[in-house]
């Protein structure tokens, strides 16, 4: 049996008016690292919430390792580990305080799963005197995530835990996740971050509550439907509105230094360099790329919203 089970999940706010989770369905083996992977807003919070027994769903069925999330609630909560997004531990305790409360909540020790945290409580060890509220970004969220593991879980919710630290925390942290994993726990992770993806052994892509694919992240980036290109040129502003303008353009997107496009058809090349060239638009450059989970997640996306309206000249 998988570990966490969802059923077509609903969730409304506002008598109705939000509709925060539309519907959704998936399921997550015992012991796999999946993926959440959606914007602020997407519905990722409110199914964490639901799975931690914290909110109930309007429709729909959830377990975790079996249990129902409505009417088992007190045994999903004695083995789920949860690390909500925003930092929840109480500022004025101590690290070391905090440590052993969270531990006493479930009638254990910080010594008896010692074992489980020691990794990544060594790093925060040096400031255990230190209050809560005055660690950094980066050991906020280890110590919230050795109180999340001091009770040894079975399964673990972390709601965007990187989001607001380093690019070095970031990478620290997903490697103490994969250390994690071989220990049995199953991990459950959301993140705005598309880059992520490719860490997970699987992932949801959600966007305005619905799920828009799951699989594998090498998967679904195969399952990209067109070949993709990279072009700048000297007015990268211009040049988006001359492409959004060109009726040889299926899709055309703004990324970093390059814009991103796939074509109508595979001849539309050559004319489209025409077409560029009579709007003026110097230096061009164009490569063919191989699509990121972010291509893959605005292809899907598009596919539910009406065309990206032209840019105002």
Known sequence: MDDVVLQNISKSYNKGEIKAVDDVSFSVAKGELFGLIGPDGAGKTS??????????????????????????????????????????????????????????????????????????????????????????????????????????????????PTTGVDAVSRKEFWGMLKRLKTQGITILVSTPYMDEATLCERIALIQNGKIMSIDTPVNIIDQYPKKLYAIKANQMSKLLRDLRDSEHIESSNAFGDYHHITFKEESDLKPLLNFLNERQNLDVEINEISPTIEDCFIKLMHKTIQPLPKIAQ
């Open 47 to 160: 199914i964490f919430r639901i799975l931690t027994t914290l909110l109930l769903p309007d429709s729909g069925t959830a377990s975790v390792f079996g249990n129902d999330v409505v009417k088992d609630y007190k045994a999903i909560r004695q083995h789920v580990g949860y690390m909500p997004g925003k930092f929840s531990l109480y500022q004025d305790l101590t690290v070391k305080e905090n440590l052993n409360f969270f531990a006493t909540v479930f009638n254990t020790t910080i010594e008896e799963n010692y074992d489980l945290i020691k990794e990544i409580y060594e790093q925060i060890e040096p400031f255990s005197d230190r209050r809560a509220g005055k660690l950094s970004g980066g050991m906020k969220q280890k110590l919230a995530l050795c109180c999340a593991l001091i009770h040894k879980p079975k399964v673990l919710f972390l709601d965007e």
